[in-house]
């Protein structure tokens, strides 16, 4: 996909057609949107309305509610092809590098203050170029990718084990660029940041749409791939006018991966199977609501772990809040035992995934959500040196 609509000369999409038996084209009143043509001081110019305070603060998207925008496969199409004209059932729109311009507004939309950055035409650039262009730093290039994996989480999937291969274009095009590996949804030399998603919802407004671990296997639970539903990376996304990384401090030493490589060099499996081996601390903590709250006891070391066979837990008593909790799923945030893995500081925020032990395997987790650690939560971990440190899998 990546060849054929990557080296088009010029893609034509159907936007709202609801499916393959409708076309291009449906009856309008093209006076609503025609540009009025007018003489003005001996010169010939296009008389446009203002745009109003809602265009003004937001900018005016094209795309709401157009059926094509709402599938996932498409994604991936729109991002790749250099030149797109879209038709709209009022109008026909057009987008390339330079512009993106409708018949209303055909020397481009109103301008869109707080939208910093067009993450699409960024990315385009990256993947159809030979790199990063000039100026524009790595970090910047992976919160493109983030922005793309989540408008891609909000559209739909007829198959939804084609998770992983309706995006694969954009990836396969993005590693050569990068010259990073790809691994199940994240790239290895960011993969600090790749951990701290969010589902359902964004920080601030956890929830706010539904989602769930898929019910057979698709991806290891730390990618963003396992999950049905919205995924959100708005906390740790840079932006191109704060010139400063947002990666301050990685508090998780990653070992090593056991990938299923022939997945991974491929891209077009429905399936990765792939796992951290990490070295690090593990706190045992309990969720109280929306706060993860510290289990009575040590660190996890050589000490029996949760869903170990014969392992107790010493989780009779709980004191001192770390911080908030973000579910990777729908669940009662009160009855959740786990434990709690620092993983980076980002800009002002403390992060964390919340993992809890597999039955049967030693030192062998997977992940059930994010936490957000305060500054009382740091303590818990300020002073721990090296032989505090535990090795152990995240699958």
Same mark, same amino acid.
């Not at 995924?231 to 996304?237: G, N, P, Q």
């Given at each position: 996909?990546?060849?054929? &609509? +990557?080296?088009?000369?010029?893609?034509?999409?159907?936007?709202?057609?609801?499916?393959s038996?409708?076309g291009?084209?449906?009856?309008? #009143?093209?006076?609503?949107? =025609?540009?009025?043509?007018?003489?003005?001081?001996?010169? !010939?110019?296009?008389?446009?309305?203002?745009? #109003?305070?809602v265009?003004?603060? !937001?900018?005016?998207?094209?795309?709401?509610?157009?059926?094509?925008?709402?599938?996932?496969?498409?994604?991936?199409? %729109?991002? $790749?092809?250099?030149?797109?004209?879209?038709?709209? =059932?009022? %109008?026909?729109?057009?987008?390339?590098? #330079?512009?993106?311009?409708?018949?209303?507004?055909?020397?481009?939309?109103p301008?869109?203050? @707080?939208?910093?950055?067009?993450?699409?035409?960024?990315?385009?650039?990256?993947?159809?170029?030979?790199?990063? &262009?000039p100026? $524009?730093?790595?970090?910047?290039?992976?919160? !493109?990718?983030?922005?793309?994996?989540?408008? !891609?989480?909000?559209?739909?999937?007829?198959?939804?084990?084609?998770?992983?291969?309706?995006?694969? +274009?954009?990836?396969?095009?993005?590693?050569?660029?990068?010259?990073?590996?790809?691994?199940? +949804? $994240?790239?290895?030399?960011?993969? @600090?940041?790749?951990?701290?998603?969010?589902?359902?919802?964004?920080?601030?407004?956890?929830? /706010?749409?539904?989602?769930?671990?898929?019910?057979?296997?698709?991806?290891?639970?730390?990618?963003?791939?396992?999950?049905?539903g919205f995924?959100?990376?708005?906390?740790?996304?840079p932006?191109?006018?704060?010139? =400063?990384?947002?990666?301050? %401090?990685?508090?998780?030493?990653?070992?090593? &991966?056991?990938?299923?490589?022939?997945?991974?060099?491929?891209?077009?499996?429905?399936e990765?199977?792939?796992?951290?081996?990490?070295?690090?601390?593990?706190?045992?903590?309990?969720?109280?609501?929306?706060r993860?709250?510290?289990?009575?006891?040590?660190?996890?070391?050589?000490?029996?772990?949760?869903?170990?066979q014969?392992?107790?837990? #010493?989780?009779?008593?709980?004191?001192?809040?770390?911080?908030?909790?973000?579910?990777?799923?729908?669940?009662?945030?009160?009855?959740?035992?786990?434990?709690?893995?620092?993983?980076?500081?980002? /800009?002002?925020?403390?992060?964390?995934?919340?993992?809890?032990?597999?039955?049967?395997?030693? @030192?062998?987790?997977?992940?059930?959500?994010?936490g957000?650690?305060?500054?009382?939560?740091?303590?818990?971990? /300020?002073?721990?040196? +090296?032989?505090?440190?535990?090795?152990?899998?995240?699958?």
């Open positions: 996909m990546g060849d054929t &609509y +990557g080296n088009s000369t010029v893609t034509i999409a159907a936007d709202s057609a609801e499916d038996s409708k291009c084209f449906f009856p309008r #009143n093209a006076l609503g949107i =025609k540009p009025c043509m007018a003489k003005v001081f001996g010169r !010939f110019c296009i008389i446009q309305r203002h745009a #109003n305070d265009e003004e603060i !937001f900018g005016k998207s094209m795309t709401v509610g157009l059926p094509l925008h709402e599938r996932a496969w498409v994604l991936q199409e %729109q991002i $790749l092809a250099c030149r797109t004209i879209g038709f709209q =059932k009022d %109008q026909v729109h057009w987008r390339c590098s #330079n512009l993106l311009g409708v018949e209303a507004h055909p020397q481009g939309l301008g869109m203050p @707080h939208q910093l950055q067009d993450y699409r035409s960024h990315l385009q650039g990256i993947i159809n170029g030979t790199g990063l &262009y100026g $524009l730093r790595k970090t910047e290039a992976y919160g !493109f990718w983030y922005r793309s994996v989540m408008d !891609f989480t909000t559209r739909k999937l007829t198959i939804p084990s084609d998770k992983l291969v309706a995006i694969s +274009g954009i990836a396969s095009k993005m590693a050569v660029s990068v010259k990073d590996d790809y691994i199940a +949804g $994240l790239w290895r030399s960011d993969i @600090h940041i790749g951990l701290l998603w969010v589902a359902g919802g964004t920080i601030g407004f956890p929830m /706010e749409l539904p989602a769930r671990r898929t019910e057979t296997y698709r991806a290891p639970s730390w990618s963003w791939a396992s999950i049905e995924i959100s990376y708005t906390h740790v996304i932006s191109l006018d704060v010139p =400063k990384e947002v990666l301050k %401090q990685p508090l998780l030493d990653i070992i090593d &991966y056991d990938i299923n490589q022939s997945a991974v060099r491929s891209l077009s499996s429905q990765t199977f792939a796992a951290i081996r990490a070295k690090g601390y593990l706190l045992r903590i309990r969720t109280c609501g929306e993860l709250v510290k289990a009575k006891g040590e660190l996890v070391g050589s000490e029996p772990e949760y869903g170990q014969g392992g107790q837990s #010493n989780s009779a008593t709980f004191f001192r809040g770390l911080g908030f909790f973000y579910p990777d799923e729908s669940c009662d945030r009160h009855s959740i035992e786990g434990l709690c893995a620092p993983v980076a500081s980002v /800009e002002q925020s403390n992060w964390c995934l919340i993992l809890k032990a597999e039955e049967g395997e030693r @030192h062998t987790y997977s992940r059930i959500g994010l957000q650690l305060d500054v009382e939560g740091m303590t818990e971990f /300020e002073g721990l040196e +090296g032989p505090s440190a535990t090795e152990f899998t995240i699958v």
